[in-house]
């Protein structure tokens, strides 16, 4: 198994956290959510950050999290949905971590959406058409990957299950 730690990229709702999470436990791996520990250290949820610092701030820190977090060896680590948009952080996950891209079809993740508006700050206030136009338009910063698994018809289990797998072949 890869000594690297694990990156986990993909669209808000995919599963990063809790795909990365039950890779962690079955690899016997520490676990890091970027999103969890910005929280943590700004004491407030995310679409909290969003409102009172705006998204500039949060992605500085999300930024500096992921230099902090990549240093390390043998972690599984998953990333915002949106952090790839920021060319340095690609560049600091893609030469130090294996990245896995999660990939779900929009036909899938549409049925997601009740889960997800209350906690994603970048989906609030948008219709469906508007959230399909996002879709589309971030999928370009997750062509940069090691490993693309794709979680249509997958439960988390599975879907964790085929990333260790993947893991094994490279
Ligand atoms: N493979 C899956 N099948 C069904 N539901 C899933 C799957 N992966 C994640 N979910 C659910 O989707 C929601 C978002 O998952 P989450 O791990 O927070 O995504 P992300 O971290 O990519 O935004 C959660 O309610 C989670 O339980
Ligand atoms: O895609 C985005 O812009 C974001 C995704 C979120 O993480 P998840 O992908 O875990 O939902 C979180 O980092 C923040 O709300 C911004
Ligand atoms: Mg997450």
Redesign the pocket.
């Given at each position: 198994m890869v000594k690297k730690s694990i990156v986990?990229i993909?669209?808000?709702?995919?599963?990063?956290?809790?795909?990365?999470?039950e890779i962690a436990r079955k690899l016997n791996r520490n676990f890091v959510?970027i999103?969890h520990v910005i929280e943590r250290e700004f004491n407030m949820p995310t679409t909290e950050i969003f409102k009172e610092y705006g998204e500039e701030t949060f992605r500085k820190k999300e930024k500096e999290l992921i230099k902090r977090y990549t240093q390390h060896r043998k972690l599984v680590i998953?990333v915002?949905?949106g952090a790839f948009l920021q060319e340095e952080v690609k560049y600091l996950c893609l030469s130090s971590a294996v990245v896995v891209f999660?990939n779900?079809s929009w036909d899938t993740w549409k049925d997601?959406i009740y889960?997800?508006t209350r906690?994603?700050p970048n989906l609030q206030g948008k219709s469906i058409e508007e959230i399909k136009q996002l879709f589309i338009e971030r999928q370009p910063i997750y062509k940069d990957h090691h490993i693309k698994i794709d979680?249509d018809n997958?439960?988390?289990g599975?879907?964790a299950y085929k990333v260790i797998n993947a893991l094994g072949t490279i």
């Open positions: 986990l993909g669209f808000m709702g995919v599963g990063k956290t809790t795909v990365g999470k959510d999103d998953s915002g949905g999660l779900i997601r889960f997800l906690t994603r979680t997958l439960n988390i599975e879907a």
